[in-house]
């Protein structure tokens, strides 16, 4: 009998609860907060809305040897390139489907691509041929290009067109080498060209590759912008490490090496029939292109490869000095 009670009482108070509760409800206002999911490592780039003042970058990517993070990179690219101001992005991971017609939908195409996990294998997983005609048609045809990095190993030597195409590419096998250092100093050459106008004489790149004794097309229309020196000193073990086996690198042995105790081409410009090419052998990974030198001649290079002009801003660390 209490427990009937009990349960009457109940029954005849919830709904007075309730309506309290409602009420209560609609007399509070919940703020909402200013939120935004939190960053990974490397933000994440998204859409922005279209714009026809940004020129279109297609980044040709999905396949890279196992040493270089090319994901990071295209985040990272895709990251600093939206936040120009002057450049939209897309990236494409099987560059065989493309065709002319899609290619010219953009103002310059970025190669963020090798074909190889390892640069010893026999196997290079090229485009297809209508892709591979697509490009040079693209860029004859007045498209602009940037090479990038690990891109300057693609086909050498078998495959004479892109060597002329990027004007310079790695050989290993016919002396090109990567110099020990991770850190370096760059040359700009050529201060007068839009892309590197108003940038200090050296600057410094680290967690890099230096590129040296490639290969140069003999009729490419090679302008360099920007050099590197290739000492031989930092061939010896101490500073190499074991990647540089000491009975591979004697005195005798690095004297007679091409390019060594030399200046070698790190930037430079080809003129490929109507087209502009940019290129860039500067730029290991995530960690290189957030130095302003290197990350000014990116974004200057890309700006000027679709446009033949440069509205970028040279970055503070890369910028000339004050006399």
Known sequence: M????????????????????AAEAESTVIPVPDYRPPETVQKISVPIVPDAKRSKVLIVAGENSYEHDWTGVNARLRTMMLNSGKLDVRVIEDFSVATLPMLKKYDVVFLNYLGKWNYTDENENRWSETAQKALFDYVAQGGGLVIYHSSFNIGSPSWPEYEKLAGGTMRPFHGSRRSPPDAFRVHVTDRDHPVTKGMREYFWTFMDDMYTNMYWHPDAKVHVLATAYDDAANYQQKYAGPKYPPHLYTDEKLNNMQGMNAENPQVWTVDYEKGRVFCIALGHGPD???YDGVKSLILRGTEWAATGDVTI??????AAFKE
């Open 2 to 21: 209490k427990i009937r009670k009990l349960l009457c009482a109940v029954s005849l108070l919830l709904p007075l609860m309730q309506s309290a509760l």
């Open 288 to 290: 290189t292109i957030a």
């Open 313 to 318: 801003d040279v970055l503070e660390k890369a």
